[in-house]
Nanobody, 124 residues
Framework: QVQLVESGGGSVQTGGSLRLSCAAS????????MGWFRQSPGKEREGVACIDTYGATSYADSVKGRFTISRDNARNTLYLQMNSLKPEDSAVYYC??????????????????WGQGTQVTDSS
């Protein structure tokens, strides 16, 4: 089993920054890919960014140039640096992990393990 715990969410003004973290524990072994998703009320879950086992990344068009996904394999930790935040970025953010593939995809069904989510709110 794999456990994922997100942290770093909060309230931030438009244009501000936040860094989300996701700590993975349990039966983690390479290769594995990870991703960040978000969901706001009344909307479908959206794949924000993902990173494969080699560090290749993929971003949704809505966050390109503003968000950066990264991972620290030694610490089994995933990050999402969010800059120039917009009101439409407000959502619950989830991290996800897939242990069956070295590649990643911004598709919910790609991932087997999920965190509990952390709230990001625009306070403007």
């Amino acid at each position: 089993q794999v456990q994922l715990v997100e942290s770093g969410g909060g309230s931030v003004q438009t244009g501000g920054s936040l860094r989300l973290s996701c700590a993975a524990s349990g039966s983690i072994y390479s290769p594995y890919s990870m991703g960040w998703f978000r969901q706001s009320p009344g909307k479908e879950r959206e794949g924000v960014a993902c990173i494969d086992t080699y560090g290749a990344t993929s971003y949704a068009d809505s966050v390109k140039g503003r968000f950066t996904i990264s991972r620290d394999n030694a610490r089994n930790t995933l990050y999402l640096q969010m800059n120039s935040l917009k009101p439409e970025d407000s959502a619950v953010y989830y991290c996800a992990a897939d242990l069956s593939s070295s590649t990643c995809a911004r598709i919910s069904s790609w991932y087997h393990y999920w965190g509990q989510g952390t709230q990001v709110t625009d306070s403007s």
